[in-house]
Structure formats: structure tokens, C-alpha cells
């Protein structure tokens, strides 16, 4: 066995690479979104104890692959795939995700990688054009928006308060704003940073989840009044749970007003920048400090896929500026595109991210993203004048992005709360199990509500009538059976 191969081989397995990719995006609905198998099940299939000692080959690794992995996986690209707010991933960025990988060069140094260098800086500044931002506003690559809040953070912990960088955080009274809708991920960097549960307070938010500003006003002459050193805020455009956006324009009043540092995660919501609403519910993202935006949710960029961007991208590199005279050689150092992106990030080896990025805005144009994102949001209107339509679904919320919360109400409409939560659950499980389509459950301050993301440019209105019906049968035949009983 070798790990180099010749000509007559490589062509071999490519050929194979191209069945199994002609097979996926060729006819995405010919196959079930998922081959339903129980947990133990699966588990008793694909468990395996021990490393192998001997290979079966490349070959035969591969019809493993297929058999078990891939035929045991969810088709993210599927018309029918609304879990996530990722899915699928775009051909282009497949490819290039694929040619990142044999390239393989570590984006910490110029040295190592001087196109790719380039290219990354080029790109970040290119995705804080997209959303709006001022010019000379630039940032980084990194996987995911958890990191990229849990970063931010960091910065506005460095350059707000004082000595924290040197002396660690002893600021026992620093608190960060958000309200209790932001995602998880805030949490956790708030508690990676050093500080308490208690450090995070929450802001009180309306029907779809955002921030009321009165009462994020409110909230910060409260900490004062105690003493307490309010340093952040996290603004979220594209509320996970509602796809709502926080009033980020009056916050930034209220942080420049503060002195605080106004952190947007747009994880989600960057995508509403490229739609004639992005000055509806974006405006102001311009005055945040730093904002996160994920490459892999309406671009279809493999997962993970980030910018975390700035306004003064140096930030970056006064908060994480390693010092590793092994691998950071300064002596040409020169700033702008062929700065190390090593010194930007705590990263050390760091994967060629924006290639997928890179790939698709040189193929398709910004334009061809703008067509689709504005496609989603007309399909988004549809849906929901659709649903609304029909007695028996009631919407959470307006919806403000293709974050879409409805449930089945049963005709005669008698049952507890209990129950009704209950049911929207037996639905999408029953849903979930055909194979069928693949959407999520919620809560939404107390009620079940279904969670469709609607990005998948797949699911189209010849998709989703059918699958209203769907729903709507099941639930009418699941309410039967419970009042049976
Ligand atoms: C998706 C999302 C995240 C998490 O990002 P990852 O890239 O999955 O780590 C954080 N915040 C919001 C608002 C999101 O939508």
C-alpha cells in the first residue's frame, strides 16, 4: 500500500468521485432525504471497536463509504432538507473545498501560502462589501460563527477593558448585553472568556424574538447603577429560532453613547444584505464593531465556513499577534494583502477557507447570489401567504427572513396547550421518518411551533404545497388517533 498513486489509478478513483457526485447533484430528489433507521439499529450496523490493522484498499473503502456512510446520511441537498440553516453545498464549493484540501498549504504565513494569503484577505474584504460595510472594512476566515463570536468577544474584551490583556480577566463586574434569543454561542464564549453566567444579561425581546431597545436602554443603566461595567453587546440579525433581527441601528447609538463594543452576528442574516430588505433590517450593521457572517448558510459553502469582519481588521491582529519567531518571519513585513493572516487569528494551521468563496463569486458573479437570496424571499412570501390561507396553520410571527415558525392547529381546535405542543412534534416525527423532507420543531416562549429554514434553493412552491398537505393530513390523522384514546 502506498499513498502516492499513478496516472491509470487517479483516474480510476476520480472516475469513481465522478459517479458519486453525478448521483447527488444530478437528481437530488430522486433518493429519500433519509434511509430511516432507528438509533440501535444504526449504531449495531456502523459500530466498529478497533482501528483496522490491515487496509482492504481504497477501492473497497470507498463501497464502504457509499453503503454505509453515505447511504446512512441526511441529503443535505434535497428539495426537502429545511433543518438547518445550512443546506447542501454548492458544486463550485465542493470543488474548491476539495482543491483547499490537496493543496494543503497553512494560511498562517505568506511564506506558506502567498496566493492563498492574498486571495483570503481579498475575499473577507470582498463579503464586507457585500453586506455593507464602510470601505477598508476587512477580517478573517475561520470555521463557524461560534468561534467568531466567542473571538469578537475577545477583541471587545481587549480593547474595552483596560489591562485585561495583560493581567487576565479580574473584572469581576464586566457584563455582556444580548438578549436570551442570541445563539448559544455567546454563552459559551462568555464563559470561555472567564466570566460567570451571571456576566450575560438579557435584554426582554417581542413576538419574534428581538431586542426591545427601551429595554436594552433600561438594561445598561441598570448594570451602571450597580456598578457593573457593561462592555458588549451582541446584536443578532438573523435570530436562529425566528430568522428576527435586532434593532441594530439604535443599539449602536446606545454603544457609541456607552462606550461599548457592538458585536453583529449576522451568521444567518448576512445573506439578507444581498435582498432589496437588507436596508430594513441591516441598517446600521456599518457602525458595529465586528460582525460574523457564515459563508455556508445562504452561499452554500461547505460547513464551516466564516468571516469574522471589522471596520479596522487590525483589531484582529492587536488582539491575537502571536509571538513565534520559529514561523512569523517580519523581515519584509509590509501591511495589506500580504500581511500573514497567522497573526489575525489564534489559529496556527489554518485551512484555505475563502477558496470555496474565491470559486463561486469568480464563476457566478455577486449578482447571481443576489438573484437567488432574492428568490428566497419571494418563495418565503408564498409560503407564507399559503399558510396563512389555511384554518388549520397558524404562523408564530411575521416572518421577518426564510426562518419560517407555523403549526398544525386541529379543526375543532379543542385541545390543551400540552397536547397541541405535543402533536407538532408527533408530525414532524412522523415527517421526519417518511423520508420525506427534514424541518425542525421549537419553542417559541412556551408554544411548538414547526421551524422550516427556507435557503435551500431546491424547495420551490411545487415542493412545499405538497408538503403542506402532508403535514396537514398527518396531523389530522394523529389528532383522530388522540381523541380515540
Ligand atoms: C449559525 C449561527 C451561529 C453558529 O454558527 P456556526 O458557524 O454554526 O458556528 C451563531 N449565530 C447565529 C445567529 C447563527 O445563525
Known amino acids: ?168 480577566m479580574h473584572h469581576q463586574d464586566a457584563v455582556v448585553l444580548c438578549s436570551d434569543a442570541a445563539h448559544y454561542s455567546v454563552a459559551n464564549a462568555v464563559n470561555l472568556m472567564g466570566l460567570g453566567r451571571e456576566s450575560m444579561v438579557t435584554v426582554a425581546t417581542n413576538e419574534a424574538n428581538e431586542i426591545l431597545i427601551e429595554d436594552f436602554a433600561a438594561k445598561i443603566e441598570r448594570c451602571l447603577a450597580q456598578g457593573k461595567r457593561p462592555f458588549a453587546a451582541v446584536a443578532t440579525l438573523g435570530l436562529t429560532v425566528t430568522g428576527g433581527f435586532d434593532p441594530i441601528a439604535e443599539m449602536a447609538e446606545l454603544c457609541s453613547r456607552y462606550d461599548m463594543h457592538l458585536h453583529a452576528d449576522a451568521a444567518f442574516g448576512g445573506g439578507m444584505a444581498l435582498t432589496d430588505r437588507r436596508d430594513r433590517f441591516m441598517q446600521g450593521i456599518e457602525a458595529a464593531d465586528t460582525v460574523t457572517w457564515d459563508a455556508h448558510k445562504w452561499l452554500h459553502a461547505p460547513l464551516t465556513c466564516t468571516v469574522l469582519l471589522s471596520p479596522n481588521p487590525h483589531v484582529f491582529k492587536q488582539t491575537f499577534n502571536p509571538d513565534a519567531p520559529y514561523l512569523f518571519h517580519d523581515f519584509d513585513e509590509q501591511t495589506g494583502v500580504t500581511e500573514d493572516l497567522g497573526h489575525f487569528t489564534p489559529l496556527c494551521g489554518k485551512q484555505f477557507h475563502a477558496l470555496p468563496v474565491w470559486l463561486m463569486l469568480k464563476a457566478y458573479g455577486s449578482d447571481w447570489f443576489r438573484h437567488q437570496a432574492q428568490t428566497r424571499l419571494t418563495f418565503l412570501d408564498d409560503l407564507t401567504a399559503a399558510i396563512k390561507n389555511q384554518p388549520h396553520f397558524e404562523l408564530a410571527y411575521e416572518p421577518r427572513s426564510p426562518v419560517l415558525c407555523f403549526r398544525y392547529l386541529p379543526r375543532d381546535g379543542h385541545a390543551d396547550a400540552a397536547t397541541l405542543n405535543q402533536l407538532q412534534v408527533t408530525i414532524r416525527e412522523k415527517i421526519r421518518a417518511s423520508g420525506k423532507a427534514l424541518f425542525n420543531v421549537t419553542d417559541i416562549k412556551g408554544t411548538t411551533y414547526f421551524r422550516l429554514i427556507l435557503i435551500n434553493p431546491l424547495m420551490t412552491m411545487a415542493e412545499a404545497q405538497p408538503l403542506l398537505h402532508t403535514i396537514a393530513s398527518v396531523g389530522a390523522s394523529e389528532t383522530a388517533a388522540l381523541r380515540a384514546n
Do not use: C
Not at 45 to 50: T, Y
Not at 71 to 80: Q, Y
Not at 143 to 148: A, C, I, R, T
Open 1 to 168: 500500500m502506498k499513498d502516492f498513486h499513478t496516472e491509470p489509478e487517479i483516474r480510476a478513483y476520480t472516475r469513481r468521485l465522478d459517479d458519486l457526485l453525478i448521483d447527488y447533484y444530478v437528481d437530488p430528489a430522486r433518493d429519500p432525504l433519509l434511509n430511516y433507521t432507528s438509533k440501535p439499529e444504526l449504531a449495531q450496523a456502523l459500530n466498529e471497536p478497533d482501528p483496522p490493522r490491515e487496509g482492504i484498499g481504497l477501492d473497497q473503502a470507498l463501497q464502504l463509504f457509499e453503503t454505509d456512510i453515505l447511504a446512512n446520511s441526511v441529503k443535505t441537498w434535497h428539495p426537502g432538507f429545511m433543518n438547518q440553516m445550512s443546506a447542501g453545498a454548492s458544486f463550485p464549493a465542493v470543488m474548491g473545498a476539495a482543491l483547499a484540501a490537496m493543496m494543503n498549504g497553512t494560511l498562517s504565513t505568506f511564506e506558506a501560502s502567498p496566493a492563498a494569503t492574498i486571495i483570503e484577505h481579498n475575499v473577507a474584504r470582498w463579503m464586507a462589501e457585500l453586506l455593507g460595510m464602510k470601505p477598508g472594512s476587512g477580517g478573517i476566515f475561520l470555521p463557524g460563527s461560534s468561534l467568531g463570536n466567542f473571538l469578537a468577544l475577545v477583541v471587545a474584551r481587549n480593547n474595552q477593558l483596560a489591562d485585561s490583556a495583560r493581567h487576565g
